[in-house]
């Protein structure tokens, strides 16, 4: 059996993903296939995991909020199959904001796939980077303005177990598998999931905009997707 890599085994599932449906006229009308995101999210968490100890409570993050999510989808599959059903039922039962709610968990995991789109987009673009500045620049680009003094204190103490390059480059890698496909591999991936990551966000800003449990005024809206231009350096969020 031929063996895979996460990565690869991410971009073969992103691969065969239907375009995310924007409907920007008819927000409840939007579409995110649940299952097939989850099972993105896994792959990143595995990744994730080879970085180390530095990671670790991002990876738990991400397994409950994975998790979180698997429960409520085995409860009515067809009608969950949808991620936004999930954000209109807890629109409607007033409880999207608590903090276990699964509508924070959607938004919780787009920002670790955030994380792992810069963190693959720096090792592309500068090899030599170290492992340790690389991670560091990617989650100050990303997570740290989302987290708390004590959380970024405590990453900020990790930094110090993130393995080094090679270390972190071999483990990414199949047993025959060439330095240079993987890095094609990380530029296919950062390839497929930017736009998708561009569409969650913008329906995610404008469901909260539109529905009760995240009210987001315009200003705000406005200072969120100048963030995520220039997380991506991409323009195209602003014009949803």
């Excluded at 039922?89 to 409880?95: A, F, L, S, V």
């Excluded at 690389?134 to 989302?146: D, F, G, I, P, R």
């Excluded at 909260?208 to 100048?226: G, I, K, N, Q, R």
Aim: hydrophobic share 40%; with cysteine.
């Amino acid at each position: 059996m031929d063996e895979r890599s996460e990565l690869r085994s991410a971009i073969e599932e992103l691969s065969t993903l239907p375009k995310v449906e924007a409907a920007p006229d008819h927000l409840h009308a939007a579409h995110i296939p649940t299952k097939p995101f989850l099972h993105v999210c896994i792959l990143i968490l595995q990744v994730l995991d080879k970085i180390g100890p530095t990671m670790a409570v991002l990876g738990q993050d991400i397994h409950h909020n994975i998790q979180r999510l698997e429960i409520l989808c085995k409860s009515d599959p067809t009608r969950y199959s949808n991620m936004i059903e999930i954000l209109k039922k807890e629109d409607r039962e007033g409880n999207a904001r608590n903090s276990t709610s699964c509508s924070r968990a959607i938004l919780w995991l787009t920002r670790s796939i955030d994380f792992m789109v810069v963190l693959l987009q720096r090792l592309v673009k500068d090899p030599g980077q170290r492992m340790e500045q690389a991670v560091e620049e990617s989650y100050n680009a990303t997570l740290k303005q989302w987290h708390g003094w004590i959380s970024s204190a405590a990453f900020k103490v990790a930094l110090k177990l993130v393995p080094d390059n090679e270390t972190f480059i071999t483990l990414l890698m199949t047993e025959d598998e060439k330095c240079d496909n993987l890095r094609e591999d990380m530029q296919t991936l950062v390839s497929l999931l930017v736009p998708l990551l561009e569409d969650i966000h913008s329906i995610l800003v404008r469901l909260f905009v539109t529905l009760s449990y995240f009210p987001v005024s315009s200003l705000l809206l406005d200072a969120y997707f100048l963030i995520m231009q220039r997380v991506y350096g991409l323009d195209r969020l602003k014009s949803t």
